[in-house]
């Protein structure tokens, strides 16, 4: 699924953040950097647990690659995802699957901010991967 801006695709507007959300984060357990950018506006600010914050796309791409360069797999189990005006909030479990095999799941809670084109200008997630 292309990252089609949440506006635009609006049948109810929990059916449509729900699909959309799952849409992000399919990206991001493939590890496709590039069709999880198309989610980010040119100029958005990307924050995750206590690494410096990134700004701008090439920023982010090169960061996030970075991570999911130390990473066999990821895998995201969505528990609850909620809607408020230009903001999306999801929560759930995420498993990390190392490079040697071994695995580490913990909880995580994502914080989206949405511009006035449904695209994503801040990214926040909330998770505490220090056994990473």
């Not at 729900?18 to 950018?37: F, I, M, P, Q, S």
Request: proline residues 4%; negative net charge.
């Amino acid at each position: 699924m292309s990252g089609k801006p949440i506006a635009s695709r609006r049948e109810t507007p929990q059916t449509s953040a729900d699909d959309w959300v799952r849409a992000l984060l399919d990206h991001v357990d493939a590890k496709e950097t590039n069709g999880w950018l198309e989610y980010l506006s040119n100029d958005a600010r990307f924050y995750f647990g206590n690494a410096p914050p990134l700004a701008g796309k090439n920023a982010i791409r090169e960061g996030v690659n970075e991570f999911f360069s130390t990473l066999s797999s990821i895998n995201h189990d969505l528990a609850e995802i909620l809607t408020l005006r230009d903001t999306v909030i999801c929560r759930g479990e995420v498993t990390y699957t190392r490079l040697d095999g071994s695995t580490l799941t913990i909880p995580f809670a994502n914080v989206l901010k949405l511009d006035g084109h449904g695209l994503i200008r801040e990214y926040l997630i909330y998770a505490d991967t220090s056994e990473l």
